[in-house]
Structures are given as C-alpha cells and as structure tokens.
C-alpha cells in the first residue's frame, strides 16, 4: 500500500532530521573530547613547566641533579595528579607518589624538548601523561606530570548517555510535530479534492474554494479554477458548434429529402427528374463542403492540421487566387486588384495558404457591394510577410468584431444558403495560426473593412524571403 503524502513528508523529515542530529550528536561528542583533552593538557604542560623550575632552583643550590631531585620530591603535592623527575637515561630519580613510576615508564625514553601529551595505560586506568626535556648547568633532566582519564571518561559517557536519550525523545517529538505540520498543511489539498469529487457535467460553475490565494496550495486552486473555466468554455464552445453544425446541416439534408419526397411522389418526365437530380447534387456539393470545412476545424482544435513545407512565390500564389475571385467578382462588378511586394519567397504549405487566401476573398467579395473594389496587399516587415485583404463594403458593427472568427456566425443570414455556413474566417485563422502567424481584423469602418495576415519567414517554417 503506497504511503500517503502526509506519512512520506513526516517520514523524509525525520530521516533528514536524524541525520542532522545524529551528525551534531557525533560532533559535539567528538569535540567535547578533543576540548577536553586539550584542557587537561595545558594543565599538565603549565603543572610540568612548574616542576621543572623547582629542580632547577635546586640544582644551582645543591649541585647535582640527584640531590635536587630528592628535595623537590619532598615539596611535591601529593593527590590525584602524579609528578616524576628522571633522567636522560630514563631512570626515576623523584616521584610522587610511588605509582607515578610505572606511570612514567610507559611513556618511554626521551620525551621532546618542547613537550608532549599522550594517553598510557598502567595500573588499573587509562592516564594523560605530559612529558618534556630540559637541560640546566650541564645536567640533562625530564619531568612529566599525569592525571587518570577517569573523570573525563566519566563526563563522556555521561555526554554520550545524555545524546542516546534526547535525540530519539527529540524524533519523537518532531516526527509527531512534523505530522500535524503536514496535516495542517495538506487539510486544503484534501478539501480540493472532495471539492473535485463534486464537480460534474451538472455543476458547470463550481469552483474550488481558495482560503489563502497568496501561498503555494491557493495558486494551485486558482490554476485548477482557471482550468475548469477553460474547460467549460471549451466545453460550451463544442456544444455551440455540435448545434451549430446540425442546424447547418439539416438545411441541405431537408432540401434533399423534400426533392426526393416531391419527385418520387408521382411520375415525372426526364427533364423534372434531371432538375431533381441537379438539386440534389448542388446540395451534395454544398454538404460536403461544410463537412470538409469542419473536419479541417476539428483538425485545427485537435492540432493536427499541420502545414507541409514547400518552396513557391507567395506573390504568384496571391495573383492566382485573385484571378479565381475576379471570377465570383465580375458577375457584381467588383474590382478585384493585387498591389505590393514581387518576388517574395517563401515556406509554407501552399494548399492550405491558397484555401486561406479564396476564404478572405470570397468573404470580402459578398461583403462589398456592386460596383466596389477589393484590394490584396503584399509586403515584407522585418521577420514577417504581411497579406492585406481591404473591401469597400459597410464594415463590420463593433459589437461583432469578435465573433466573425467564430464558427457557424454569419453577419447576413438573408444571403440565404450559398452565402456559406459562416466558417471560412475560422478556417482562415487556423491555417493562419498552424504556420505560426496571426489573422485580425485592423480596421472596420463605414468605409469598408481591413483583414491582416502575418505570417513568420524566420527558421524553419518559413523561411526568409527570396531564400529558394
């Protein structure tokens, strides 16, 4: 069974605590010992220097080293610590008490002229023994000083019982700390969660509730909140297009149905079957093109309508696809120009470029009335190629200028069922958006309505200008 979140943070929080006072403990237990040793070393070496002065006082007023070791052995301290003179030779000649003999034989000959501190083992305990060497008036001399290590092995191990103790008291007790800290901390995650547990397809506005907006965990709810917007946005957005699309269809379907029902409801002559049958295939056409338009949306939405890379003048590409609107455009008396840059080269998937380019033509011919112009601009800015598609029909009322992006919006449903199903300036901005660039609308007025494309020529898709 996998741990909880609550139980995995408590659990590193001790382990990583436990390593830092284990690692304190070890520490602190070490250098207790080497402060220790250090401070009865200095009181051993300053205990030293003190002998050593005695026997030299002695010996200028004795004479020989013997003698003044006998008189300084009478004057010696007795208790806890032990003193011995000997000489170069390592024999004994003063202790005080008599155990400081063997306790001097097992530091060994020849102790340095500036002094040294080591731990022996004599008798029945471990003893710090200070050790050094000193010559006066031509007579070689050395005198150590020693203390039994029993109280500071006392005081270690006491140290080392009192840390056994406290730091598993003191896991104890941050583990149960670290436990309520992480309840504490959790308790809004697991109301998310029961709150999430709630949110169905029937309470589309319910949201998370967000206690502390400025800490990480009230972030998360607003970053789930703005999630569940967009998904009910996306949501509500597919359910418009769903009835958006059937309404849609159903216009071609019902007018098949009905020229079928009609025709086949008593004998007809050739040429009533062959009108029929022309209804029906102009219906067809109109069906699968609404059909193929969705598909390409749905494409778009899903993001696999991806451009296929090729090399061609986008110039000619736009010269072609004013000379088929001129076509639609003639039979209104619409002028149709091409003005701007020649020569420019580009990458980009031409089919879908050209499918683009016929969408903003034909909108901008059946929204210019007889007798007007539209005007295809061509330009280079810097890293972008700029498409312009200017009419001189009666704009676009402010209050729409957001919505002809949509799917399925037409502004003049009264052109009736060729005017199309409202969804050539959606498909236009996607292919737009699949080569990396923009399609808005810069200006509407009482004079007619601009649409700008931007398309990137930088790495990859495309390339810069004049680059084939």
Request: glycine residues 10%.
């Amino acid at each position: 069974m996998p741990l909880s979140i609550r139980a995995r943070l408590t659990l590193w929080y001790t382990v990583v605590l436990s390593a830092v006072l284990l690692t304190l403990g070890a520490g602190l237990y070490a250098a207790n010992a080497r402060l220790r040793l250090a401070q009865l070393d200095s009181e051993l070496a300053r205990a030293s220097a003190t002998l050593a002065a005695m026997v030299v006082k002695e010996i200028d007023e004795e004479g020989d080293l013997p003698s003044a070791a006998r008189e300084v052995q009478q004057d010696l301290p007795s208790g806890g610590r032990l003193f011995a003179i000997y000489d170069t030779a390592g024999t004994t000649l003063a202790s005080v008490p008599e155990a400081a003999r063997s306790v001097v034989s097992a530091v060994g000959p020849g102790p340095p002229a500036t002094g040294a501190a080591r731990t022996v083992v004599a008798g029945d305990g471990r003893w710090r023994v200070y050790a050094r060497s000193y010559e006066h008036a031509g007579q070689g001399f050395a005198v150590a000083a020693a203390e039994p290590l029993a109280a500071v092995e006392r005081e270690q191990a006491l140290l080392g019982r009192t840390l056994t103790i406290a730091i598993p008291v003191a896991l104890i007790v941050a583990g149960a700390g670290g436990w309520l800290i992480a309840h504490r901390a959790l308790r809004p995650v697991g109301l998310m969660a029961r709150q999430s547990g709630q949110i169905s397809d029937r309470t589309p506005g319910f949201r998370l509730s967000v206690s502390s907006p400025g800490d990480e965990l009230g972030r998360l709810a607003a970053a789930f909140n703005g999630l569940l917007d967009r998904l009910e946005g996306a949501l509500l957005t597919q359910r418009r297009f769903m009835a958006d699309a059937s309404h849609e269809l159903r216009t071609p379907v019902s007018i098949m149905r009905t020229a079928a029902d009609v025709t086949l409801s008593r004998p007809r002559t050739v040429d009533e079957y062959r009108d029929a049958l022309a209804l029906v295939a102009n219906q067809t056409r109109r069906l699968a093109r609404m059909v193929e338009d969705m598909l390409t949306l749905a494409r778009g939405d899903a993001g696999a309508l991806k451009a296929e890379a090729t090399d061609f003048y986008l110039d000619e590409l736009v010269d072609e696809c004013v000379r088929d609107a001129t076509v639609l455009a003639s039979e209104r008396r619409i002028d149709v120009r091409r003005h701007g840059r020649e020569e420019v080269a580009y990458r980009g998937d031409e089919g879908l470029l050209r499918r683009m380019l016929i969408n903003l033509l034909d909108n901008a011919v059946r929204h210019t009335p007889p007798g007007g112009r539209v005007e295809v601009g061509l330009d280079v800015a810097g890293s972008s190629v700029a498409v312009e598609v200017t009419d001189t029909g009666g704009g676009i009322p402010s209050a729409d200028r957001d919505r002809i992006f949509e799917r399925f919006v037409r502004l003049d449903p009264a052109r009736g069922p060729d005017g199309g199903a409202g969804l050539g300036l959606a498909i236009a901005r996607a292919i737009a958006e699949a080569h990396g660039g923009t399609l808005v609308l810069a200006r509407s007025d009482s004079t007619g309505s601009r649409f700008l494309v931007r398309l990137p020529c930088g790495d990859g898709l495309p390339d810069p200008p004049g680059a084939l």
